[in-house]
T-cell receptor, first 117, second 107 residues
């Protein structure tokens, strides 16, 4: 069974440009999460999809970030326009259906390393 | 202040040593996750536990809910165990992550 995949693995862009990150979860996983790790800091939650719906987007830093999961399969995270502080590693994770409030084993992708110059 | 604190931040051990990584959290949680990240690689889930102890190979994870503390132990450490180990506490439908412990095992 294929794991969680992310594309691209690395992206280097200039301030003001747009970047779109993609995450393909494990097939059949309803839950999809986006996380970000800024250099030297802990991983931070960005948002959570259940199928195509945004369950929780409380971690999204501002309106320059837009996440979508059309059809409840893969997800994209767009940053427009990118700022220097957006640099970091963006992780995606997926898990099977869970009851509200319960944790489930999350399977992480390899991450996308974003560098904004 | 982060809700989840790990110690130590960095750890160097000789091959064969017994290793302990600690995680403390300041809020009530329903589960705790231990994750492993190899250099340049993705994140792998090692354990998810809500009570007691779990063992997988040379890895053992324990949690004490009353004391809000969890430990990850590695027995007979090996250079391939070198990685960053991260604990993550599940609260209010999301994970709160520690900053990670960077482990280097020297042959």
């Amino acid at each position: 069974e294929a794991g969680v995949t992310q594309f691209p693995s690395h992206s280097v862009i200039e301030k003001g440009q747009t970047v779109t990150l993609r995450c393909d979860p494990i097939s059949g996983h309803d839950n999809l999460y986006w996380y970000r790790r800024v250099m030297g800091k802990e991983i931070k939650f960005l948002l959570h999809f259940v199928k195509e719906s945004k369950q929780d987007e409380s971690g999204m830093p501002n309106n320059r970030f837009l996440a979508e999961r059309t059809g409840g399969t893969y997800s994209t995270l767009k940053v427009q326009p990118a700022e220097l502080e957006d640099s970091g590693v963006y992780f995606c994770a997926s898990s099977q259906k869970q009851q509200t409030g319960e944790a489930d084993t999350q399977y992480f992708g390899p991450g996308t390393r974003l560098t904004v110059l | 202040k982060n809700e989840v604190e790990q110690s130590p931040q960095n750890l160097t051990a000789q091959e064969g040593e017994f290793i302990t990584i600690n995680c403390s959290y300041s809020v009530g949680i329903s589960a705790l996750h231990w994750l492993q990240q190899h250099p340049g690689g993705g994140i792998v889930s090692l354990f998810m536990l809500s009570s007691g102890k779990k063992k997988h190979g040379r890895l053992i994870a324990t949690i004490n809910i009353q004391e809000k503390h969890s430990s990850l132990h590695i027995t007979a450490s090996h250079p391939r165990d070198s990685a960053v180990y991260i604990c993550a506490a599940w609260l209010s439908n999301q994970f709160y992550f520690g900053t990670g412990t960077s482990l280097t095992v020297i042959p």
